[in-house]
């Protein structure tokens, strides 16, 4: 998968930029309390990038980086951000590349897998019944229902060659999808 310098650039600013447009911690700081909590990273983009959060607006902003998703042109670039993409900041960035028409199936495998779905199909029985207690899962549980859906509808683009995740592919060889509730993963989730 080869993406040239100058598209590289821009996928990792908008990473960047969706890891702040997918939180709003810094958002809801007072003005003190930000300042102080940022203080030696003024020079930081990422300082820059919740600042300017900060200035537009929660919601503004994260249509504003949702805006620049469009101008991802491959499915090689969208895969290059779901695995670039720290997991642990949530799913805005997530949800914008399945939403993304030129998502190709292997990227929503790693998304997936990544996700934990076995995790919480033996937690809670099914994806359905995670409670919103459960904050995390929870967020992790709405994106892997439109996960399924899309890919039960062949919603995906195929055919990108992509190096298989070792990760990915531990978890599909360990499930067991002949029992309850694994029998409700999607048949080309599990593919290698």
């Given at each position: 998968?080869?993406?040239?310098?100058?598209?590289?650039?821009?996928?990792?600013?908008?990473?960047?930029?969706?890891?702040?447009?997918?939180?709003?911690?810094?958002?809801?700081?007072?003005?003190?309390?930000?300042?102080?909590?940022?203080?030696?990273?003024?020079?930081?983009?990422?300082?820059?990038?919740?600042?300017?959060?900060?200035?537009?607006?929660?919601?503004?902003?994260?249509?504003?980086?949702?805006?620049?998703?469009?101008r991802?042109?491959?499915?090689?670039?969208?895969?290059?951000?779901?695995?670039?993409?720290?997991?642990?900041?949530?799913?805005?960035?997530?949800?914008?590349?399945?939403?993304?028409?030129?998502?190709?199936?292997?990227?929503?495998k790693?998304?997936?897998?990544?996700?934990?779905?076995?995790?919480?199909?033996?937690?809670?029985?099914?994806?359905?019944?995670c409670?919103k207690?459960?904050?995390?899962?929870?967020?992790?549980?709405?994106?892997?229902?439109?996960?399924?859906?899309?890919?039960?509808?062949?919603?995906?683009?195929?055919?990108?060659?992509?190096?298989?995740?070792?990760c990915?592919?531990?978890?599909?060889?360990?499930?067991?999808?002949?029992?309850?509730?694994?029998?409700?993963?999607?048949?080309?989730?599990?593919?290698?």
């Open positions: 998968m080869a993406i040239n310098y100058e598209n590289k650039k821009f996928l990792e600013e908008l990473l960047l930029k969706a890891d702040v447009a997918g939180s709003d911690y810094y958002f809801k700081m007072e003005k003190e309390v930000f300042v102080q909590a940022m203080e030696g990273d003024e020079d930081k983009d990422f300082y820059k990038e919740y600042l300017k959060q900060r200035e537009v607006g929660f919601e503004v902003y994260q249509n504003q980086v949702k805006e620049e998703f469009n991802i042109l491959s499915s090689e670039e969208l895969h290059f951000c779901a695995s670039e993409y720290n997991y642990d900041g949530g799913n805005f960035l997530l949800e914008q590349v399945v939403l993304h028409p030129l998502c190709d199936i292997e990227t929503v790693l998304i997936y897998w990544f996700l934990s779905p076995i995790y919480i199909y033996e937690k809670y029985g099914s994806l359905e019944n409670p207690e459960d904050y995390i899962c929870y967020d992790d549980s709405r994106l892997l229902m439109k996960i399924e859906e899309k890919v039960k509808n062949k919603e995906f683009q195929t055919g990108l060659r992509v190096e298989k995740n070792a990915v592919i531990e978890m599909i060889e360990e499930t067991n999808f002949s029992v309850e509730p694994f029998v409700n993963i999607p048949e080309d989730l599990r593919k290698i």
